[in-house]
């Protein structure tokens, strides 16, 4: 399956494979290949203590405090993430929150879809690191079609209309 299992996340502590999540700085994560994935190889990412609301070390030493079996025990094999009854917690559960926080937001809910979070995700990476092919390797696509993903910040167009205004380049026609 292309689920994400307690095999597929190794806690690490300066570059050491460690036990516990809780005493981790960084995470590596299998991620087995996938219709999002062009190559159908599959990848690893590392990711590393934020400090943020927003930390998948955190998220994963919660995690890992309340389900403890699932990473080293006997459904280290099974969904990491799943619901109640045991089922994955699929793409179309993950469209229902997005879709049900834009609508406490005051948002239009067909806007927010899964997809949104590649979009996202390709469009923060392009505003901290405006390197296309990094982003285009870290989204695992072949193509340059993941460009219409990238949302300029509005930030990129102060200036902009200032500095065209004022360009005083000389054209040569052949």
Not at 67 to 81: A, D, N, T, Y
Not at 94 to 101: D, H
Not at 158 to 164: S, Y
């Amino acid at each position: 399956e292309k689920v994400l299992t307690g095999t597929d996340v190794i806690a690490k502590f300066e570059g050491a494979t460690v036990h516990k999540f809780a005493d981790a700085d960084e995470v590596m994560i299998w991620f087995k290949a996938s219709k999002t994935d062009q190559t159908k190889f599959g990848c690893c990412r590392n990711h590393y203590r934020t400090g943020t609301d927003i930390c998948a070390v955190e998220a994963l030493a919660w995690m890992q405090a309340k389900f403890p079996w699932r990473f080293h025990g006997h459904e280290q094999h099974e969904p990491l993430f799943r619901l109640t009854d045991g089922s994955p917690f699929t793409r179309v559960a993950i469209q229902e929150i997005l879709e049900s926080a834009a609508v406490g937001l005051g948002l239009d809910p067909s806007r927010f879809r899964s997809h949104s979070l590649r979009i996202g995700g390709a469009t923060a990476l392009y505003h901290i690191r405006p390197d296309v092919q990094l982003i285009q390797r870290f989204g695992r696509w072949t193509s340059n079609a993941f460009q219409s993903y990238l949302w300029e910040a509005n930030e990129t167009s102060k200036g902009l209309a200032k500095e065209m205004a004022e360009d005083l380049t000389t054209l040569h026609v052949v």
